[in-house]
């Protein structure tokens, strides 16, 4: 099993990069989040990776932290998620914001990412749930709070991609000294509308 890779980016694909390892180039499939920042490095890269093996191919699935290769494997187990499925979803969503998502049984927020139906939305929940209590710790950061979480989720309600509105309500909640969840999401809505 390859539990992670250094190296340097030979190059940049769709959906992939490429590391050379002494001399050799290793094919791995990465975020789009991973791919937008390691499109220009041209320094050394660590990527924790996973395996995966069918029949007829193995493919190696890189992430920039432990925490994301953790969620990633929670996701491929599953019932009819796949690894590019999972890919696909960690590419939309941060790991801390999907594992509150699931232990906050928020369904509206997963079903929002593209690829991802009612159906897998609600499995994603009921199967991840107990897990998910268990390995919090891994995904979210100590300083991560309901409050934003809460208005990022209000905002997603109202048709705002998950990325978009979790990254406004960030940036507006660091100028207040005790945010409400209904001062964040006038403040993230103006902000909003200045783009």
Request: charged share 25%.
């Amino acid at each position: 099993m390859i539990s992670h890779i250094s190296g340097e980016i030979a190059y940049c694909g769709d959906g992939f990069v490429v590391i050379d390892f002494n001399g050799l180039g290793y094919q791995v499939k990465v975020t789009t989040t991973t791919l937008d920042e390691l499109r220009d490095t041209k320094e050394m890269v660590k990527l924790y990776t996973h395996l995966h093996v069918r029949e007829d191919e193995l493919t190696l699935f890189g992430f920039r932290t432990f925490g994301e290769l953790e969620m990633f494997k929670l996701l491929i187990s599953v019932t009819r998620i796949g690894p590019q499925i999972a890919l696909n979803i960690l590419s939309q969503i941060r790991t801390g914001d999907l594992a509150a998502a699931i232990l906050q049984n928020d369904e509206n927020v997963i079903r929002r990412i593209s690829g991802v139906g009612p159906k897998n939305a609600q499995r994603i929940i009921l199967e991840l749930r107990d897990k998910m209590k268990k390995h919090m710790e891994k995904f979210v950061p100590a300083r991560t709070s309901n409050v934003n979480y809460d208005a990022a989720s209000a905002l997603v309600s109202l048709g705002f991609a998950q990325r978009e509105a979790r990254d406004a309500v960030e940036a507006v909640a660091q100028g207040m000294k005790q945010p409400t969840v209904q001062a964040l999401i006038k403040a993230a809505l103006l902000k909003l509308k200045e783009k």
